[in-house]
T-cell receptor, first 117, second 116 residues
């Protein structure tokens, strides 16, 4: 079945460690996104990519890094520079491209919960 | 910058009854899109309903409908004949029509509980 797969589902990190969250999609979507979800704050955009080998910072990119070497994959690294990394992270993809019809529909993975010990 | 506010952190409804979730937004743009997303306990978020700001007619999708008041910048979601499967977090979201990509601004969410 087509969809977005995030792994791991739960991740624990010690302070000072970098961790990488995986996001893979087989929907053939060009655009991919990383959101952070905190209670009461909704979803906030970390990074997005509209095409392979290109990505842009979202509203809260500090302390995070991404890569987009393949269309199907958009991994997120939470670095030691992120001061408050404990959160739920959601990856999404979209068929929508710049200049094309507007759908607003994002397809989400099931998320990864990161806890800093 | 656009902001989206959901003033009800939690709501509850009796099964088979109707509930309305509130959402307000702030924007200086005239052309935009509004959405309601549902996040069930399994965590995979899905799109419930979409409204184009240029359309006066309120969007409906089966038991889900919206009340879009452009002048008041209000976008509420009405769920009729509530079912146990409607229990979830609901997020209101905004998208500018002029954005190059599909970047949405989300509200803080409303947790809906459905009582049997």
């Amino acid at each position: 079945d087509g969809g977005i797969t995030q792994s791991p589902k739960y991740l624990f990190r010690k302070e000072g460690q970098n961790v990488t969250l995986s996001c893979e999609q087989n929907l053939n979507h060009d655009a991919m996104y990383w959101y952070r979800q905190d209670p009461g704050q909704g979803l906030r955009l970390i990074y997005y990519s509209q095409i392979v080998n290109d990505f842009q910072k979202g509203d809260i990119a500090e302390g995070y890094s991404v890569s987009r070497e393949k269309k199907e994959s958009f991994p997120l690294t939470v670095t030691s520079a992120q001061k408050n990394p404990t959160a739920f992270y959601l990856c999404a993809s979209s068929i929508e491209l710049a200049g094309g019809p507007i759908t607003g529909e994002l397809f989400f993975g099931e998320g990864s919960r990161l806890t800093v010990l | 910058a656009q902001t989206v506010t959901q003033s009800q952190p939690e709501m509850s409804v009796q099964e088979a009854e109707t509930v309305t979730l509130s959402c307000t937004y702030d924007t200086s743009e005239s052309d935009y899109y509004l959405f309601w997303y549902k996040q069930p306990p399994s965590r995979q978020m899905i799109l419930v309903i979409r409204q184009e700001a240029y359309k006066q007619q309120n969007a409906t999708e089966n038991r889900f409908s919206v009340n879009f008041q452009k002048a008041a910048k209000s976008f509420s979601l009405k769920i009729s004949d509530s079912q146990l499967g409607d229990a979830a977090m609901y997020f209101c979201a905004y998208r500018s029509a002029s954005d190059a990509g599909n970047m949405l601004t989300f509200g803080g969410g409303t947790r809906l509980m459905v009582k049997p």
